[in-house]
């Protein structure tokens, strides 16, 4: 069964002359330069594949804590079904079972 939401952001990974994107979600933007953030915090999620929640399960912790210097980064691993039923770019980067 595909996934309900894919994230919005890409990351670009290159290898030679193809680069494929991994969808992510996060607090910053891993295209751009962060200069203000001082250590980050990369969760996997589960079989689910609901890379939006984990991040809120943390961004929610870090609130709590008043971190507001932690960058959250949350990659999404998608399965070939999720990349189908979202209609998303053959440069999306999946997964087999």
């Known amino acids: 069964m595909a996934v309900d939401v894919v994230v919005d952001k890409r990351f670009p990974v290159s290898q030679g002359d193809h680069t494929l994107n991994i969808p992510y979600d996060g607090t910053i933007d891993l295209t751009s330069s962060n200069s203000n953030v001082e250590r980050a915090i990369v969760v996997i999620h589960g079989t ?15 609130d709590r804590v008043g971190d507001n210097q932690t960058a959250i980064i949350a990659p999404q691993f998608l399965l070939r079904e999720d990349v189908v039923e979202h209609n998303l770019p053959k440069n999306t980067l999946y997964w087999s079972n």
């Open 48 to 62: 689910s594949r609901n890379a939006d929640d984990y991040l809120r399960y943390i961004e929610n912790a870090a």
